[in-house]
């Protein structure tokens, strides 16, 4: 499945699927909105389905932003997948 980003009062929306497929073209999209806008934040509400690699360009953006002196927040429940996999990288 394919993701979506939609723009809406300042805020990026995704829809679908953050996967191995979906990473490269979104980490290339964001990277070049955290250029240029100060405060990026991606609603991930929509997502259904996030693999190891999309949170890896969670990471990677985040990183980015954090070089930049920008900021790039995610916010929104989104699929469990994504909490599961943070609280096993930090130990909970």
Wanted: hydrophobic share 40%.
């Amino acid at each position: 499945m394919a993701l979506g980003i939609l723009e809406q009062n300042g805020t990026f929306e995704l829809q679908g699927s953050l996967t191995t497929g979906t990473t490269r073209s979104f980490i290339i999209h964001f990277e070049h909105i955290i250029n240029t806008v100060k405060n990026v934040t991606v609603n991930i509400d929509k997502v259904n389905t996030i693999d190891a690699s999309g949170v890896d360009a969670l990471k990677t953006l985040i990183a980015i932003a954090l070089r930049s002196n920008n900021v790039f927040s995610v916010v929104g429940n989104g699929c469990k997948d994504i909490y599961d996999d943070y609280r096993s990288a930090v130990g909970a």
